[in-house]
């Protein structure tokens, strides 16, 4: 096909929401009451981390880390929303879709390679507490989420300049809240093999990679913990990992939810409420899971708190 001979489209409908528009103003004040709970929640945990000298290990560093991507990861998200119901609109135009798209992908791949590296810190916390603070140097943090960083920063990227190869001339309703690779890719009028490829190969081993690193973790943690002979040091090495375990169940649950779940359910209702959880609901209550598990970060929180209100 020619692609001069097509209009190109320059703007796409966010059609995710438009049942719900009846009730905007209940949508608005949802969405906006979410998004302030997490951005105040998130920040808490990053400062009450960054204010405490004792709370400089790798696990809250890296749990701080993990704030600041819930933060980024929601703000791709609601602020857009929130424009759109607010003004009745659904338009996004064609950068904003784009920029949605990358940040989207750094900030979801980011949250999933952090919690991976996670896993990680626990494991070799609980399997060789003996030589931890030499495998866990301050260097290796940093190494860890840099190449996080890095790592994500160039998927979201490819993903991105693949979408740009793509022209766009059909319909431009996407049937979702916010732009994501799917259903982008399915509106593409030029031939999509290239970014189908790079998705199978690219998003599979990068996605799965940081999963099997944790389940791999977990099934050696379980093994260290189950050799630990009294039964109060089982009980401290396993309540370590329950804030970190809840954490993951929740992200990989509905991250499986929403992807896995066969394509032609893409649009329908259930596949939104999993992708409302996975975007807001996660990073919304991941501050939350840690702050009522963890004495440490409780009692970093109240003493920041304090000193707030002094
Ligand atoms: C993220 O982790 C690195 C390495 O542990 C640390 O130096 C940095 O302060 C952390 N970032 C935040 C926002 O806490």
Same mark, same amino acid.
């Given at each position: 096909?020619?692609?001069?001979?097509?209009?190109?489209?320059?703007?796409f409908l966010l059609l995710g929401l438009s049942e719900w528009l009846e009730q905007q103003y209940l949508l608005l004040g949802l969405f906006l009451g979410m998004?302030?709970?997490?951005?105040?929640?998130?920040?808490?945990?990053?400062?009450?981390?960054g204010f405490h000298l004792h709370l400089h290990t790798p696990m809250y560093l890296f749990l701080a880390n993990l704030s600041f991507s819930d933060?980024?990861?929601? $703000?791709?998200?609601?602020?857009?929303? *929130?424009?759109? =119901?607010?003004?009745?609109?659904? @338009?996004?135009?064609?950068?904003?879709?784009?920029?949605?798209l990358y940040f989207f992908g750094l900030f979801a791949n980011l949250d999933n390679f952090l919690l991976a590296v996670m896993a990680l810190d626990h494991y070799v916390a609980i399997s060789h507490p003996l030589h931890y603070a030499m495998n866990m140097n301050s260097q290796r943090c940093v190494l860890l989420v840099a190449g996080s960083w890095v790592v994500t920063t160039f998927h979201a990227l490819v993903h991105t300049l693949l979408v740009?190869?793509?022209?766009?001339?059909?319909?431009?309703?996407?049937?979702?809240?916010?732009?994501?690779?799917?259903?982008?890719?399915?509106?593409?009028? $030029?031939?999509?093999?290239?970014?189908? *490829?790079?998705? =199978?190969?690219?998003?599979?081993? @990068?996605?799965?990679?940081?999963?099997?690193c944790i389940l791999i973790s977990y099934f050696y943690i379980i093994f260290a913990i189950l050799r630990i002979d009294s039964p109060k040091g089982k009980q401290r090495a396993f309540s370590n990992c329950t804030s970190h375990l809840s954490v993951?169940?929740?992200?990989?649950?509905?991250?499986?939810?929403?992807?896995?779940?066969?394509?032609?359910?893409?649009s329908g209702?259930?596949?939104?409420?999993?992708?409302?959880?996975?975007?807001?609901?996660?990073?919304?209550?991941?501050?939350?899971?840690y702050s009522l598990r963890n004495r440490d970060i409780k009692e970093a929180l109240g003493k920041l708190l304090r000193r707030k209100s002094l």
């Open positions: 096909m020619d692609r001069r001979n097509q209009t190109s489209i320059y703007e998004y302030l709970i997490t951005v105040v929640g998130n920040l808490l945990i990053i400062l009450a981390i933060i980024g990861f929601i $703000s791709t998200i609601i602020p857009k929303m *929130l424009d759109n =119901i607010g003004s009745g609109s659904k @338009l996004v135009s064609y950068d904003g879709c784009l920029t949605q740009t190869r793509l022209s766009f001339c059909g319909p431009n309703v996407i049937p979702h809240f916010f732009c994501d690779l799917v259903p982008l890719l399915k509106l593409a009028c $030029s031939s999509t093999y290239i970014n189908d *490829l790079v998705l =199978i190969l690219v998003a599979g081993t @990068l996605l799965i990679g940081p999963f099997a993951v169940s929740l992200f990989y649950s509905t991250a499986i939810g929403v992807y896995l779940c066969p394509p032609s359910s893409h209702q259930k596949n939104r409420v999993f992708s409302i959880m996975y975007t807001m609901v996660t990073p919304m209550l991941n501050p939350f899971i």
